[in-house]
């Protein structure tokens, strides 16, 4: 790395950006050739050049490439490149206060308690994650939950030159293991939950596992937020170097809720925070985000938040985009959320039951090219929770919408199969089971949130679960 930072630093005037796709590539670029699933990027060093590079980054030594082009040999070139980007934008987050948030489910409503709060406090505040980047009220899109480095790091910059304070992110499991956060050190990392997702990606749960845990060593984190009443949360505590702050309900922890209670529009519970003892109120319902908003006082605790701002913060969030979205008609009441994981499902729905008068419709699919083994999962607790399931299409991408389907409804129990209808079109299902419901019936349509598109076939197409609801409730 040391031969990467003397290029970096000697030829400062002359590089115009980092790249690692060789089609982006400008004059005075440097290129990173990255090794990917089904790609070798070291394959399109010479087109790299061709496009202007003036230097390759590599793991070996490339022939073909002209002598005058400076090749630099590393042991790891995704740590390479999240290291350059760090040191190419002016190592940015060493500027601001750097919160992380990992875990299957929560990551997004919590980075958005965080954020609220931080801002009752007066505190300047950036936000990057899955919903969106948004920098002093200025919104730019994401197309992953964490960007790659390069964009990561224009990100970090943008923030310190615009008189960001504090920047709250979600660390994805796929970022850890790809190292894009090399070189980022949080102030305080979080840690929500853990159950399936993403085994396509990481073969068995233990491996995802050992994914989020890279984030909660002293390499990465100053001061470790878990939690307690988590399984795998339990195995972060015990193997934790770093300083530790716990949260939960059942185990013992630091901060802790109790007494919740539930109903359409949101939930409260009595907080003890070391003894010091409050009630909250959130507008979201939900057992899990009781936990979620937990999660965000332990860390702004550990930021030293006052409590009183930190109430508030919490108690004046008024929602999440894509997160228990809730639009009342004159018939039924429909709720739009995020949930795509088999515990995610569970947890919405069993949210609903509790101040659910009538019966509970539930509208869900399940990605392709994704982790195939949720999907039974998935059918079956639909299934088992619901009144009655549509089971539809969630970005298909490259795979057959029916087969996807086949997979979901082979996890449904004989005794729940005459509940359970499917639907290809996402926008059909919807519509069906909105005529299907009665007064006082909730729909819930899970799975994408507030995600702007339909990737379907290689192909996106401007799309928004809410936009659709909307249109069949004006007409």
């Known amino acids: 790395m040391k031969k990467l930072y003397n290029f970096l630093e000697n ?7 980092l790249e690692f796709d060789s089609k982006t590539v400008k004059a005075g670029s440097i290129y990173f050739c990255l090794d990917g699933t089904n790609v070798d990027g070291h394959d399109f060093a010479v087109s790299a050049v061709e496009n202007g590079a003036i230097c390759i980054v590599c793991q070996r030594e490339l022939e073909n490439i002209p002598d005058d082009i400076t090749q630099i040999i590393v042991q790891d070139t995704r740590e390479a490149i999240s290291l350059a980007s760090h040191k190419f934008f002016g190592e940015p987050s060493r500027k601001l206060k750097m919160i992380g948030v990992t875990g299957t489910n929560g990551k997004t409503t919590t980075t958005y308690i ?67 956060l090399k070189g980022v050190i949080f102030d305080v990392s979080a ?4 159950s399936q997702d993403h085994l ?27 939690n307690a009443d988590d399984e795998y949360g339990q195995k972060i505590i015990k193997s934790c170097k770093t300083r530790k702050l716990t949260y939960g309900s059942e185990m013992p922890s630091d901060i802790f809720g109790l007494d919740l209670k539930m109903s359409v ?49 919490v108690r004046t969030l008024k929602k999440v985009d894509g997160r228990f979205n809730i639009i009342n008609t ?26 659910a008068k009538k019966r509970i419709i539930t509208v869900f699919g399940c990605g392709g090219d994704r982790d195939k083994t949720k999907r039974p999962l998935m059918g079956e607790v639909a299934s088992r929770l619901s009144d009655y399931c549509f089971i539809t299409s969630d970005n298909p991408r490259t795979e057959d ?31 069906s089971a909105i005529e299907f419901s009665k007064e006082g019936d909730i729909v819930l349509i899970a799975g994408k949130g507030c ?6 076939g290689g192909v996106k197409r401007d799309y928004k679960d809410e936009d659709y609801v909307k249109s069949l409730i004006k007409n």
């Open 200 to 226: 396509d990606f990481f073969g068995t749960m233990e491996n995802y596992f050992e994914a989020k845990r890279i984030l909660f060593t002293p390499e990465y984190t100053k001061c470790s937020v878990i």
């Open 114 to 180: 965080i954020k609220n709060i931080l801002e009752t406090a007066g505190k300047k505040t950036g936000i990057i994650g899955t919903n969106e980047i948004e920098i002093m009220g200025n919104k730019y899109p994401s197309d992953l939950t964490t960007p790659d480095p390069t964009y990561l790091h224009k990100t970090f910059k943008m923030m310190v030159d615009a008189g960001v304070e504090y920047c709250v992110m979600e660390a994805s499991a796929h970022a850890l293991t790809l190292r894009k």
């Open 451 to 456: 995600e702007p598109y339909m990737d379907e």
């Open 191 to 194: 840690f929500t939950n853990l």
């Open 401 to 431: 919408r029916n087969d996807i389907i086949s997979n979901v409804m082979s996890g449904i129990l004989c005794e729940n199969r005459q509940k359970v209808e499917s639907n290809p079109s996402r926008e059909d299902a919807i519509k």
């Open 265 to 313: 529009n949101g939930l409260t519970y009595i907080l003890n925070s070391f003894d010091d003892v409050e009630k909250i109120k959130f507008n979201l319902p939900g057992k899990f985000n009781m936990f979620n908003s937990l999660c965000a006082i332990a860390v702004c605790r550990e930021l030293e938040i006052d409590m009183k701002k930190i109430v508030k913060g």
């Open 11 to 17: 030829e400062k005037e002359n590089i115009t950006s």
């Open 330 to 355: 004159e018939g039924c009441s429909i709720i739009i959320d995020y949930a795509h994981t088999p515990e995610g499902l569970e947890n919405i729905i069993s949210a609903i039951r509790e101040f």
